[in-house]
């Protein structure tokens, strides 16, 4: 099933034929719907047959989870090794980092980068190198540690679509690893959407095109197969960090590196698409 937040807080599904059903009474919000969707799916699934359907007004589409307790962000999580844009692992130098090495590299967003469809990425003042990261998001279903591998996937919710946006140019540059999260986590600079798609409908998450547009101009495409860790190596391996708890978020890694992409500019419009999830729809301002 989809799942949507809608900007006044209520959450809703969203239906096959592009119509949403309010799930007042089922759940008080997303996070609420992840951790309790496993055991009162009975309930949600009567809730759609019996509710009254509207047409799905995009215009009224939030994040669909407007303040996970946090966001963990894979980091050169791609094989690369191409300068061809449809190349599946990603554009760039082939990476050496052995993967267990790599997943050391994972690193946080804060929650206040969040926004939703439709939103504008703001570009901060002093920070004028701005790009956007196409990646596949992970929300996470229920409170989790030290998950195996093999238990890793049955701890998620589902699946949305995230720009990790970087400021590259901000700061002194001294030290570019250290400052990842300052880079990183301006706020805006997390857009998720514009729903999310419970994992049943995804039977295998290394398996998903994705793209992303700006302006009409493809500027990434790949495949969630060219991860160099997968989905249930992350997942597994952030729960042997800290408790992972409902409708955090997993962003899973960028497949090009920084000179294949396109930094952005006031008025630019991005579309970022994965197969079988959906389109998030943006827009660029300057912040004020």
């Given at each position: 099933m989809r799942f949507a937040t809608l900007k006044d807080g209520s959450v809703a599904a969203v239906t096959a034929d592009d119509?949403?059903?309010?799930?007042?009474?089922?759940?008080?919000?997303?996070?609420?719907?992840?951790?309790?969707?496993?055991?009162?799916?009975?309930?949600?699934?009567?809730?759609?047959?019996?509710g009254s359907p509207v047409a799905l007004d995009a215009a009224?589409?939030?994040?669909?989870?407007?303040?996970?307790?946090?966001?963990?962000?894979?980091?050169?999580?791609?094989?690369?090794g191409s300068k061809n844009l449809s190349s599946a692992g990603g554009r760039g130098e082939t990476r050496e980092t052995p993967?267990?090495?790599?997943?050391?590299?994972?690193?946080l967003k804060p929650p206040s980068a969040v926004v939703g469809p439709g939103e504008n990425i703001l570009i901060p003042p002093n920070a004028e190198t701005v790009f956007p990261e196409l990646e596949l998001c992970v929300v996470i279903g229920r409170e989790s540690r030290d998950l195996s591998v093999d238990e890793a996937l049955d701890a998620v919710f589902g699946y949305s679509v995230i720009l990790d946006v970087t400021a590259r140019g901000y700061g002194s540059g001294k030290n570019l690893m250290g400052t990842r999260c300052?880079?990183?986590?301006?706020?805006?600079?997390?857009?998720?959407?514009?729903w999310i798609v419970?994992?049943?409908e995804i039977p295998d998450p290394q398996a998903l095109d994705m793209r992303l547009w700006v302006n009409d101009d493809m500027r990434?495409?790949?495949s969630t197969g060219g991860m160099?860790?997968?989905?249930?190596?992350?997942?597994?391996?952030?729960?042997?960090?800290?408790?992972?708890?409902p409708g955090d978020l997993v962003a899973s890694g960028n497949p090009d590196a920084p000179a294949f992409q396109k930094q952005l500019a006031p008025g630019d419009e991005l579309v970022a698409e994965i197969d079988g999830i959906g389109?998030?729809?943006?827009?660029?301002a300057r912040a004020s």
């Open positions: 119509k949403t059903v309010l799930l007042d009474g089922v759940c008080d919000s997303m996070t609420d719907l992840a951790a309790s969707y496993e055991t009162n799916r009975a309930a949600v699934e009567r809730a759609v047959s019996e009224q589409l939030a994040a669909p989870v407007p303040a996970p307790s946090k966001i963990w962000a894979a980091a050169g999580n791609y094989h690369r993967p267990d090495e790599l997943l050391e590299h994972i690193f300052v880079r990183k986590g301006f706020d805006t600079f997390a857009p998720v959407g514009p419970t994992r049943d990434q495409s790949a160099i860790n997968g989905v249930a190596r992350l997942v597994s391996y952030l729960s042997q960090v800290g408790t992972l708890f389109r998030l729809q943006l827009g660029v």
